[in-house]
T-cell receptor, first 115, second 112 residues
Framework: EAGVAQSPRYKIIEKRQSVAFWCNPI?????LYWYQQILGQGPKLLIQ????????DSQLPKDRFSAERLKGVDSTLKIQPAKLEDSAVYLC?????????????FGPGTRLLVL | SQQGEEDPQALSIQEGENATMNCSYK?????LQWYRQNSGRGLVHLIL?????REKHSGRLRVTLDTSKKSSSLLITASRAADTASYFC????????????FGSGTRLLVRP
C-alpha cells in the first residue's frame, strides 16, 4: 500500500516570497491533516480536511497561509508571503474517517528554510 | 498549545538496556497515542491506549496510562540502535472534530 506522498522534500526561499507544498494521501482516506513542526518541537495541527471540507483551521495563520483540497484527494498548502519564523517541517497526514481512535499516517514532510 | 509534555527531553542508553519515557497531559482524553520519528522523516504510529485501559503491550513496547495523574509512560525493552529516534505522545482533543495534540518529544539515542 502506497503511503502519504509529499513534495517537494526541501525548499529554500527568501522572506516575503511564496511557496506551495503538495500532498497525496493514502487512497480512500477521507481525512487529511497539515502539521507544522518547528525544530525541537512536536507537530502542531494547522488544518484538517474531511473530504474537501475544512473541519478545523483554528491554528492556521490565515493572513498568510491557505490550503485547499478541491476534489477531496490531493491537497496544497501555500504560504504567501513567507516569514523567517515559517522555517519548519510541514507534515501531511491522512486517516480513514477522522475518528478519535484512528491512526494517522504521515508523509516524509517538506523541510522549509526561509532566509 | 502543547497538551503533552515528555520527560526526559533527551535520553542516551546502551544497546540492550531498557528506555522509559514519560508523558504528562492537561485535559481529559479519550485515548493517548505514541509516535516515533526518525531523523528527517515523518512520524510512525506505535501504539494507542484508550482512557479505560491501564496497560498495553506491543512487541518490545509497553505503555501505561494513569488518568488520575494525567500521565503515560512508554517502555522500550532490550533497546536496539535502530530504536534511535524521537518519541512523541499525542492526545486527542474534542473540538469541531477529533484532532491530535502532540507533546514536545523525547530524543532517544541508543549507543551500539
Amino acid at each position: 500500500e502506497a503511503g502519504v506522498a509529499q513534495s517537494p522534500r526541501y525548499k529554500i526561499i527568501e522572506k516575503r516570497q511564496s511557496v506551495a507544498f503538495w500532498c497525496n494521501p493514502i487512497s480512500g482516506h477521507a481525512t487529511l491533516y497539515w502539521y507544522q513542526q518547528i525544530l525541537g518541537q512536536g507537530p502542531k495541527l494547522l488544518i484538517q480536511f474531511q473530504n474537501n471540507g475544512v473541519v478545523d483551521d483554528s491554528q492556521l495563520p490565515k493572513d498568510r497561509f491557505s490550503a485547499e483540497r478541491l476534489k477531496g484527494v490531493d491537497s496544497t498548502l501555500k504560504i504567501q508571503p513567507a516569514k523567517l519564523e515559517d522555517s519548519a517541517v510541514y507534515l501531511c497526514a491522512s486517516s480513514l474517517d477522522g475518528e478519535s481512535q484512528e491512526t494517522q499516517y504521515f508523509g516524509p514532510g517538506t523541510r522549509l528554510l526561509v532566509l | 498549545s502543547q497538551q503533552g509534555e515528555e520527560d526526559p527531553q533527551a535520553l542516551s542508553i546502551q544497546e540492550g538496556e531498557n528506555a522509559t519515557m514519560n508523558c504528562s497531559y492537561k485535559t481529559s482524553i479519550n485515548n493517548l497515542q505514541w509516535y516515533r520519528q526518525n531523523s528527517g522523516r515523518g512520524l510512525v504510529h506505535l501504539i494507542l491506549i484508550r482512557s479505560n485501559e491501564r496497560e498495553k503491550h506491543s512487541g518490545r513496547l509497553r505503555v501505561t496510562l494513569d488518568t488520575s495523574k494525567k500521565s503515560s509512560s512508554l517502555l522500550i525493552t532490550a533497546s536496539r540502535a535502530a530504536d534511535t529516534a524521537s518519541y512523541f505522545c499525542a492526545t486527542d482533543a474534542r473540538g469541531s472534530s477529533y484532532k491530535l495534540i502532540f507533546g514536545s518529544g523525547t530524543r532517544l539515542l541508543v549507543r551500539p
